[in-house]
T-cell receptor, first 114, second 111 residues
C-alpha cells in the first residue's frame, strides 16, 4: 500500500530538548515536504526536498532543519524546540513525473512544546 | 502563484449534491486546478485535478469554464462522512513541491 509514515503521532516535550520527527515514503517519490498546520493559519510549508541531498526552505523554516540522505526518508529536526512550535505537522511526498500531480500526506504528528 | 478564493463554510444534508466554487482570477496558462480533502487531525487527501472543461472520477467531478478563472467541485449525494475541509489549489504548472493551502471550505453534512 502506498503510504507516507510519520513518527511519532503525538509528542510532548520541553523547551530546548532536541527532537526529530521521522517521515518515510514507500512510493520512490522524488519530492518530499514538511508542513505545519495551525488554527487560523492553515497549512504552511516548512521545508521541501526535490531529491536526495537537495533541500530548500519553504515559508516558515526558522527553528527547523531537515536532511535527505536517502530517497525514502525526510526527517524534520527541531534543535531547540520552543512553545511557538507547538503545532500539527504533516509530511508529504509526490512524483513530479506523474501526469496527475497528486501529493500524498502522512497522518500527522501533533507536537506540544511546554 | 495564483491566489484562490472559496467560501469559508457550507452546509448540506445527506443525499444532496454539493457544489463548491473556487475563484482563481490570475491563473496562468500552465496552471492546473487541484482539490484536496482534509478530515480533522488527518493529512490532506487528493480528490481531483483538472485543466479545462470537466473531469470526473469515482469521488467527484470538477467543472472548469473556458476562461479557467473559476472551478466548481461537485460532490454527488453527500453523506455524513463527507464532512471535511475542502481546499482548492492552483499549483504552478501542476508542481507539487510547493502547495499553497488557503483556508479551505468547511463542508458540514447533516442527517
Amino acid at each position: 500500500e502506498a503510504q507516507v509514515t510519520q513518527n511519532p503521532r503525538y509528542l510532548i516535550t520541553v523547551t530546548g530538548k532536541k527532537l526529530t520527527v521521522t517521515c518515510s515514503q514507500n512510493m520512490n517519490h522524488e519530492y518530499m515536504s514538511w508542513y505545519r498546520q495551525d488554527p487560523g493559519l492553515g497549512l504552511r510549508q516548512i521545508y521541501y526536498s526535490m531529491n536526495v541531498e537537495v533541500t530548500d526552505k519553504g515559508d516558515v523554516p526558522e527553528g527547523y532543519k531537515v536532511s535527505r540522505k536517502e530517497k525514502r526518508n525526510f526527517p524534520l529536526i527541531l534543535e531547540s524546540p520552543s512553545p511557538n512550535q507547538t503545532s500539527l505537522y504533516f509530511c508529504a511526498s509526490s512524483d513530479p513525473r506523474d501526469r496527475v500531480t497528486e501529493a500524498f500526506f502522512g497522518q500527522g504528528t501533533r507536537l506540544t512544546v511546554v | 502563484l495564483a491566489k484562490t478564493t472559496q467560501p469559508i463554510s457550507m452546509d448540506s444534508y445527506e443525499g444532496q449534491e454539493v457544489n463548491i466554487t473556487c475563484s482563481h482570477n490570475n491563473i496562468a496558462t500552465n496552471d492546473y486546478i487541484t482539490w484536496y480533502q482534509q478530515f480533522p487531525s488527518q493529512g490532506p487527501r487528493f480528490i481531483i485535478q483538472g485543466y479545462k472543461t470537466k473531469v470526473t472520477n469515482e469521488v467527484a467531478s470538477l467543472f472548469i469554464p473556458a476562461d479557467r478563472k473559476s472551478s466548481t467541485l461537485s460532490l454527488p449525494r453527500v453523506s455524513l462522512s463527507d464532512t471535511a475541509v475542502y481546499y482548492c489549489l492552483v499549483p504552478l504548472g501542476g508542481a507539487t513541491n510547493k502547495l499553497i493551502f488557503g483556508t479551505g471550505t468547511l463542508l458540514a453534512v447533516q442527517p
